[in-house]
């Protein structure tokens, strides 16, 4: 597929566990982010992968959450020992270069029982 | 700290009617400013974005939003709306040079009558 793609699209799991989120972004594409939106706080910038550079973790809102990207391609975020609050759809988005408009995938719906 | 206000939660018109939707930004200097669509289950599309130039920005599915400097504004508009214009708006900001850490606004959702 041409767009960006995430998977799972729905993850349920107990307090506590960890979990590990997904996301390919369009080929060619340098740039890739993650947002976070939730009832409570709407969509927020999580975190920045640019090229080879160190991420911009600016966003992240504890030390639970971690991400990665491998080979300046896919990236994963990883949550541990969720709480309920970690409840939310995760979009990751991707653009051709830093100021270029971002394309966003459809989400991993997170649920925390 | 850039900030976005989307006055408006819920906004309900009739198919045919026309639409706008509101959004002021705070930034210091001129933002990138984009409006974003969201359909229930999917993420985020693009509707149109402005970097500079021309004010009046046209954008798929004959929507068009206009720069207003002097009111910090960004409001999108549609001469006529179909009942598959039903969704979710995000107006955002974006730094206008390296990384676009998006910042949104809380979204309008917009219900179609027939």
């Known amino acids: 597929g041409a767009g960006v793609s995430q998977s799972p699209s729905n993850k349920v799991t107990e307090k506590g566990k960890d979990v590990e989120l997904r996301c390919d972004p369009i080929s060619g594409h340098t740039a890739l982010y993650w947002y976070r939106q939730s009832l409570g706080q709407g969509l927020e910038f999580l975190i920045y992968f640019q090229g080879n550079s160190a991420p911009d973790k600016s966003g992240l809102p504890s030390d639970r959450f971690s991400a990665e990207r491998t080979g300046g391609s896919v990236s994963t975020l990883t949550i541990q020992r969720t709480q309920q609050e970690d409840s939310a759809v995760y979009l990751c988005a991707s653009s051709l270069e830093p100021n270029q408009p971002q394309h966003f995938g459809d989400g991993t719906r997170l649920s925390i029982l | 700290a850039q900030s976005v206000t989307q006055p408006d939660i819920h906004i309900t018109v009739s198919e045919g009617a026309s639409l706008e939707l509101r959004c002021n930004y705070s930034?210091?200097?001129?933002?990138?400013l984009f409006w974003y669509v969201q359909s229930p289950g999917q993420g985020l599309q693009l509707l149109l974005k402005y970097f500079s130039g021309d004010t009046l920005v046209q954008g798929i599915k004959g929507f068009e939003a206009e720069f207003k400097r002097s009111q910090s504004s960004f409001n999108l508009r549609k001469p006529s709306v179909h009942w598959s214009d039903a969704a979710e708006y995000f107006c955002a900001v974006g730094e206008i040079q390296g990384a676009q850490k998006l910042v949104f606004g809380q979204g309008t959702r917009l219900t179609i009558n027939p």
């Open positions: 930034y210091g200097a001129t933002p990138y």
